[in-house]
Nanobody
Framework: QLQASGGGLVQAGGSLRLSCAASGRAFSNYVMAWFRQAPGEEREFVAV????????YYADSVKGRFTIFRDNAKNLVYLRLNSLKPEDTAVYYCAADSASISRATPRVSQMDYWGQGTLVTVSS
């Protein structure tokens, strides 16, 4: 089970840190990812991190502004959002994948578990 939190209302240029808490064992065996879904849009990939935390990939739209990291001792994965833009407004979801990380953009359909989402609203 995944539980996302940390969303809120922030002005453009501001920052947020999202958290995703995982229950169960073997958290480090899972690749963890963040996706987002804006109103009227499809869910899209944002960032992914390997089980050990040493490999990360980002969508081009967030590269250099967002950072994904994890704490396996606490079963937590985070997404740091900096330099936020109004177009970053969306519901952000964390997800877990039992497969190995790859350079291919993670697909919604390949994820094994999903959190409930947390809303990020960026005002201009």
């Amino acid at each position: 089970q995944l539980q996302a939190s940390g969303g809120g209302l922030v002005q453009a240029g501001g920052s947020l840190r999202l958290s995703c808490a995982a229950s169960g064992r073997a958290f480090s065996n899972y690749v963890m990812a963040w996706f987002r879904q804006a109103p009227g849009e499809e869910r899209e990939f944002v960032a992914v991190i390997s089980g050990g935390g040493g490999i990360t990939y980002y969508a081009d739209s967030v590269k250099g502004r967002f950072t994904i990291f994890r704490d396996n001792a606490k079963n937590l994965v985070y997404l740091r959002l900096n330099s936020l833009k109004p177009e970053d407004t969306a519901v952000y979801y964390c997800a877990a994948d039992s497969a190995s990380i790859s350079r291919a953009t993670p697909r919604v359909s390949q994820m094994d578990y999903w959190g409930q989402g947390t809303l990020v609203t960026v005002s201009s």
